[in-house]
Structures are given as C-alpha cells and as structure tokens.
C-alpha cells in the first residue's frame, strides 16, 4: 500500500511500519487536507490479456472538490501514463 498526504498548513507527517504516511495533526483538526492511497492490487484477465489493476482511495476536506472521498480503480498503465506526464 502506498499513502501520501498533503497539508496546507505544512503539517508534520511520519512513515507507520507498513511504509505508509501518517499525519502528527490530531484527527479533530480542521487544518486543510488531501490524502490519497493505492491499494488493493489485483490481477485481472488471463495470458496476454492480463493486467494490474490498484484501488485509489483520496479523502479531503478541501472545497475545490466535490464531497470528501473519491473511489477508483486504475490500472497499473494509467500511473506509467502518468509518470510520463509528469517527468
């Protein structure tokens, strides 16, 4: 599982034994958040056909977005896609 975490306000956060991020803000806190983790990998299809396929939960509070926790699936191609875009 991979988690990342992403406070306006530079909020402190530590890696927990699994690898994953965890804030040091306390739970009740208002400050601005967005948090995203892939997980859940699963293999879909059979021979050729088959491919990866990863649960991304992302949870906010912001008001740019609409509602507070968005579930998809995307396959492991979608973040090679994305890794190209971006670097």
């Known amino acids: ?7 306006k306000n530079g909020a402190q956060q530590q890696r ?7 804030s040091l803000r306390s739970p009740s806190s208002q400050a ?8 859940d990998p699963a293999k879909m299809g059979n021979g050729v056909q088959a491919y990866i396929s990863y649960k991304v939960i992302t949870k ?4 740019e977005y609409q509602g507070h926790e968005k579930i998809v699936i995307r396959r492991y191609s979608d973040f090679v896609r994305l890794h190209g875009l971006l670097f």
Do not use: A
């Not at 927990?16 to 965890?22: A, V, Y």
């Open 1 to 7: 599982m991979f988690d990342f975490e992403c406070c």
């Open 16 to 22: 927990s034994g699994s690898g994953s991020l965890q």
């Open 32 to 39: 601005p958040f967005l948090s995203v983790s892939v997980t």
């Open 60 to 63: 906010t509070n912001l008001p």
